[in-house]
């Protein structure tokens, strides 16, 4: 093979990785996609400019390495301290959803294409696996609620591994016919090989990078990528196809730890995994054979919608019985299950496996395998912000600044309704609370624009300041809006020392003084005990503010909707006028309705509004 020619494919590659990037950007699609594309034009296919054959068994190799980079990158991304209260969601798709999907994909592919058993079994244990290669892209890039893109992106990462031992295990009992003991044993002792080597290697770096002697931000890079793949290389040696979970779970040991360069590592990962992405992508789609594609036929696409709309549906809700998640929530969950990476590389190394041992199938299982992969990427890639929209999965992000007794409760209100809240807090022990309560918390000085851009500044909504500093709560407004380009729209401040008022109105600062307020209220209180009760929710109550953008709730009289009994509209703005709500008012298009409610009648009205 040419050493010219490798170098000329490989800065190929990186020049259509770059343009992919571009695309990306610019037209607001996954990269996945466009990789995809680029691979099959390049290919033997049309173009013909590159054919990966030439790599010869050196193509398993490079597929291995790239992958186990990519799933330690998407576990790095996973911090446990952060989703503890979706972790029992988490763990049933990665089992009990892996069997429905599995079962399923093996049952349709067998009877609607009849295929044999054992190979529609490979197919269905190959696409129990949603790569969060194209996952973890999409749902950073939609700003999804935090509960949703964690769920789906350790969900990506942890059924990566479960595929690739699962379809170990039919690969085997396809060529060797393992027996029901057998099976089981093929699975548990890869399992415990897994979590084995990952852990230690988990365990071993965060010690080494904490205390370890001469470790700079350089090192501590160069020691992280080489144990990645020697944790690979070793799970792979004991126990053949366990390499992917060592990987993964190495990375989520890291990703949970408070290891001083994990930052470091992460940026550097960023660059590597986006290198390592292009060049899988484009090698395996230009590796597509149109033939093989054809024989399989409608029959195919069909086996794959009966994927998407029927069988991860039921696999997504079944796992998530009894869960605290909506079922819109659910619906985006079921609808976000792209195939990537792991299916469309291990089939091509089975299939070359089957070809070697003279045993028919090896086609068939690519072209299955690579129509899965194009179809539910590109839906995914194309439809995802319109479904995320539909379904009101994109929240507000919020930063709250200040993680003490109001930060905290004014957090929890924000989850509850569904927003993307980080707090930033420079007290440890206030961050642990948060983080028990499934509240991201950043430890840090949110005077310190480098810990805002940690905390997501960059894509927030709003700023709240909650600290008992006034100092601090108007230096951080000051930093939004001079370094970020915030309005004063965006940042409400609380006022602890009432003579400070002044200096946050003259900078435009929505804010509030907790001294004044509990005054007015218990003037309201003394004499007006109607006009407290109005506006006395509790602490499960809701003080919403809508937009009206229902076409069959503009033009009508609020008397004429049907509004959830402990619920009350109080005032109506429309442009600069303030209207008191009362029956006869007709509400219009752009409408602010102030709404008051018991419970969740206060969010049933704004659906009614917004639908």
Known sequence: MDSIYLLQMGVSVLIMGLLARSLSYYFKIPVIVFL?????????????????????????AIVSFSVAIIVFDGGLHIDLRHIRSIQKSVLKLTTIGVLITFFGATLITHFLLGVNLELSALFGALVTATGPTVITPIVRSLHVNHKVSKILELEGVLNDAASVILAAMAFEWMVSQLSGMEAIGFIVYRLFIGTL???ISGVALDRLLTKGPMITEQTARLVTMALVLTTYVIAESFGNESGILAVAIFGIIMGSSKTPYKQTIKEFKSDLVFIMLSLIFILLAA????????????????VVLLLVVLVRPIAVFVSTHGAKISTDEKLFISFIGPRGVVPASIATYFALKLDLLGIDGGQTLVGLVFLTVIITIVMTGTLSKYVANLLGVIPMEIILVGGGEVGRTLAERFEKRGENVVVVDTSEENCQKLMKLGIRAIHGDAGDVNVLKKAGIENAKYIVTTTDQDNTNLLVCQIAKSKFGFNKEQLVARVNNIDNMHAFWDLEIRSMSPAMTTALVLDNMVGRPNMFSMCEVGGEGEILEVKVTNPKVAGKAIKELTLPKKSLLMMVRRGDQSIIAHGDLVLEFDDMVTVIGEGDAAKEVSDILLR
Do not use: R
């Not at 995809?36 to 193509?59: T, W």
């Not at 590796?287 to 069909?302: C, S």
């Open 287 to 302: 590796m597509l054979n149109f033939d093989d594609i054809a024989q399989i036929g409608a029959g195919g696409v069909a």
């Open 36 to 60: 995809l594309i680029e691979g099959v034009l390049i290919g033997p296919e049309v173009l013909n400019l590159l054919d990966p054959s030439v790599f010869g068994d050196g193509l398993t």
């Open 197 to 199: 080597v990952g852990t």
